[in-house]
């Protein structure tokens, strides 16, 4: 799977672990701040931990060291119908799935920051945010430190609006929609990212609604009555605080008192479980010492794939096994494989990379390009490996690890160069 899939899905699963356990949790047991901060954590911290401990293993981990054989094929004209004529599969064109994929997911990003920068654009100024309030019909609004009411609104409504957006500027909401909406462009096919959105959303409003009620002269009754009056507005998403947003669901929750001291540190401490779990998702549990590469490294190069015919003839010298394994592969690429007449006339050389695996029985199967060069070489390259291991005297011994039978790899760069040849 493609490395940024992987961390996709990586992703979606700890993404959807710190939901539940805000649904079954965090939510019945902190207070709106402790849940606000929770869900920002966690939607921030999961992506920025995944992507930092995958760029330190990187750093810190140990390549497994193998043996490649470079193999320089000489340039030969084939004639056509000749015995031997090794003859280059079609190979297909355009762009595969992987590619189609990506550009797919980096279109949907770069719409969604586009249209994320335009509507920042439209806030930069109070004469601009105004405007937009007024043209969409919106009774109260903010972003930022900037707050619009409809001077059309009764003065009881205005009172409360004014309130409740001032509690938006207090805890400074707009920081966080701003870093959720840049999110919810980077990782907009993560279903989970758009619930975490939705919920700090709701959380901006309940905060705001506790505000408006502890520093205004309302109480609780005629609150959620001002709020009912001005459901008929049509609401407006963008990047400002509606104040008609989620009316319903605000005037159950105004009823329900927080309580801020019971589980004080209960979204704290599930947000440190999750982002060390994240780590260790990541990061392997182990690494070779510096002291033991060398010998890990020579382990590996001492029992790295080897063939059964040259284990047979030299069972007890690695090294000769080796060079057995190596020299056969040689001769049998050097026997086998001709240089494609289009690449001939195109002047192609360079390197190809061809991998397969070995099975628990040492047959070696799934012959791919991992480094492509071009189609004619690709496919002269792959057929001519797939044609080797079909012969009974290219199985390996099959690799043991910690006492069981295991599969394996093997790496053959092949080079195409034109030797003795003049280039146009």
């Given at each position: ?47 920025l931990v995944l ?145 975490h959105r939705k ?67 209960s979204a704290w ?156």
């Amino acid at each position: 799977m493609n490395h940024f899939w992987q961390f996709q899905l990586s992703l979606l699963i700890l993404l959807a672990i710190a939901y539940m356990l805000y649904r079954t949790v965090v939510q019945k047991q902190s207070s709106w701040q402790a849940q606000r901060l929770y869900l920002i954590g966690t939607s921030l911290g999961i992506p920025l931990v995944l992507i930092l401990s995958q760029w330190l293993s990187s750093l810190t981990g140990i390549e497994t060291k193998v043996n490649i054989y470079q193999l320089t094929i000489p340039s030969i004209i084939p004639e056509v119908g000749s015995d031997g004529l090794v003859v280059a599969p079609s190979a297909r064109t355009g762009l595969d799935l992987v590619t189609c994929s990506l550009i797919f997911y980096a279109a949907g990003a770069i719409y969604l920051l586009a249209l994320l920068l335009l509507q920042m654009s439209r806030f930069s100024s109070k004469f601009k945010f105004f405007a937009h309030c007024e043209k969409h019909g919106l009774p109260a609004a903010s972003y930022h430190t900037y707050v619009w009411i409809d001077p059309q609104l009764t003065s009881e409504q205005r009172e409360v609006a004014r309130y409740h957006e001032n509690g938006h500027v207090h805890y400074r909401h707009t920081i966080d929609k701003v870093a959720m909406e840049i999110l919810r462009a980077l990782l907009w096919l993560n279903p989970f990212i758009h619930l975490h959105r939705k919920e700090i959303y709701n959380i901006h409003e309940y905060q705001a609604d506790r505000y408006a009620l502890d520093q205004g002269k309302s109480d609780t009754k005629s609150y959620a009555l001002c709020l009912a009056s001005m459901c008929g507005y049509q609401q407006s998403y963008s990047l400002a605080h509606p104040f008609i947003h989620s009316i319903q669901n605000r005037i159950k929750m105004i009823y329900n008192h927080e309580d801020k001291n019971h589980m004080k540190y209960s979204a704290w401490l599930l947000l440190g479980i999750l982002l060390i779990f994240t780590t260790a998702w990541v990061i392997p549990s182990a690494h070779p010492s510096p002291a033991n590469e060398e010998q890990a490294t020579l382990a590996e190069r001492y029992y790295g794939p080897i063939l059964q015919v040259c284990h047979d003839a030299s069972p007890d010298d690695k090294y000769a096994q080796q060079e057995c394994t190596q020299n056969r592969i040689i001769e049998y690429i050097y026997g086998k494989i001709k240089y494609p007449e289009e690449a001939r006339k195109k002047q192609i050389e360079g390197l190809i990379v061809v991998q397969f695996d070995i099975n628990t029985k040492g047959q070696g199967h799934d012959v791919r390009i991992v480094k492509s060069l071009d189609p004619s070489c690709d496919g002269v390259a792959k057929y001519t490996v797939s044609s080797m291991l079909s012969d009974d005297g290219f199985t390996f011994v099959p690799r043991v690890k910690d006492g069981q039978l295991v599969q394996d790899k093997f790496t053959l760069p092949i080079k195409f160069k034109l030797e003795g040849e003049k280039k146009e």
